[in-house]
Each structure stands twice: as C-alpha cells, then as structure tokens.
C-alpha cells in the first residue's frame, strides 16, 4: 500500500519567514495530493490540494509543488504570522472509485514566532 | 451549508463496552471514511463508503471494529468490547462526486474523542 513520509515533524519559524514542509511518496498510482492544517482541538481542515497533472498551484501565500518523477510534493508558505502555527499534515490518494482513501504523512507542527 | 458532523463529541467508556460514534456527511456527498488520530500521531484511515457500493474495509485494525451507513447518508461506527488502546479521536469525512466520476477533496468533521478506561 500507499506509505507517505513528512519532514521536519516540527519546524519554528520567525514571522515574515518562509516555511517549507515536504513529503514523500511511494505508490506511483497517487494521483491526488491535499494539505491540510489542523489547530489544537479542531478538526483538520483542508487548505490546498494539487493533482498530479500540474506541477504546482499557488493560493495567496500558499504554494504546493509536485516532483512526480521523484514522488515528492512539499508546501510552501511564505510571509508567514502568527496565525499558521498548527499541525500540518500531507496525504496522498489515487483519486479514484477504487481506494479513495487518503494516507497522511506523520504531520509537522509549526510554530510561527512573533 | 452545513459542514460534517459527529456525535458524541467526547465518548469516556469502560473497558470492554461496546461504543456508537456517529457521523453525519454534508448532504449530497457521496462517499464517506473514517479515520482515526491517536495522540499526537497522524490519521489512520479505517473504512469508506461510496454510494451504494460495498464498503472498504481494509483499515480496521480488528473485527471489534465495524460501520454501517444507512440511506446512503448516516454512518454509526461501532466499537465492541473496547479496550484502551481503542482511545483516540476518530474522524469522520465526507467527499462529493465529480461529473468525471472521480473523487477528490474530503471534509472533515470535528471528530469523536473516545477515552476508555
């Protein structure tokens, strides 16, 4: 089955820096690749997703870029505030009726230091 | 619109009770999964539903563990004879249907803690 790998687990960045967070992949079928970021107590909620026909999709000061080839995706965010520091996890789908189901990556908290 | 709901929102049980967690998907979304977030850790998928098709049972870790989903929209997971390492927050999510025939994004909702003793 599908095995997906995210680095750093915890990541502390200054305000107004850029974070990036990366994962892996190893089923070459995943064809669907969400972000999502999940606060203390609430439930994750969904912030970007690409599929694997592009190599990149932007929104405001979220980014995600997909490598196929090397079966690795990472998110990027840029200008970063208070407000982002929560738990990050990647997954990875086939996107399709058969075995739909994502498979996240271990997470990443994220502090973001005022 | 209304988003994913679950009930109960926190579950505290005795070691061997049997445990219902519910789940209501946004209406007209088609399939549903749920996942489970142990302390600290990631998500574990467990089961998902599509449509009227059999479901996907793949990601139950035992036969203590089963689901239903009746109508086509509500989904009871259902927990027998609990025992501790059951605890954890289990997540619900629900995903619609593309024209295409393809489904991507799912919601989730805010989940159930459930802490046996």
């Known amino acids: 089955g599908e095995n997906v790998e995210q680095h750093p687990s915890t990541l502390s960045v200054q305000e107004g820096d850029s974070a990036v967070i990366k994962c892996t992949y190893s089923d070459s079928a995943s064809n669907y690749f969400p972000w999502y970021k999940q606060e203390l107590g609430k439930r994750p909620q969904l912030i970007i997703d690409?599929?694997?026909?592009?190599g990149e999709k932007k929104d405001q000061r979220i980014a995600v870029t997909l490598n196929k080839t090397a079966k690795h995706f990472s998110l990027h965010i840029t200008e970063t505030q208070p407000e982002d520091s929560a738990v990050y996890f990647c997954a990875a789908s086939m996107g399709n009726n058969a075995g739909n189901m994502l498979t996240f990556g271990g997470g990443t908290r994220l502090m973001v230091k005022p | 619109g209304a988003g994913v709901s679950q009930s109960p929102s926190n579950k505290v049980t005795e070691k061997g009770k049997d445990v219902e967690l519910r789940c209501d998907p946004i209406?007209?979304?088609?399939?549903l999964y749920w996942y489970r977030q142990s302390l600290g850790q990631g998500l574990e998928f467990l089961i998902y539903f599509q449509g009227n098709s059999a479901p996907d049972k793949s990601g139950l870790p035992s036969d203590r563990f089963s689901a239903e989903r009746t109508g086509g929209s509500v989904s009871t997971l259902t927990i027998q004879r609990t025992q501790q390492e059951d605890s954890a927050v289990y997540l619900c999510?629900?995903?619609?249907?593309?024209?295409?025939?393809?489904?991507?994004?799912?919601?989730f909702g805010p989940g159930t803690r459930l802490t046996v003793t």
């Open positions: 690409i599929r694997s026909n592009v």
């Open positions: 999510a629900s995903s619609p249907r593309r024209q295409t025939g393809l489904i991507y994004e799912q919601y």
């Open positions: 209406s007209g979304h088609t399939a």
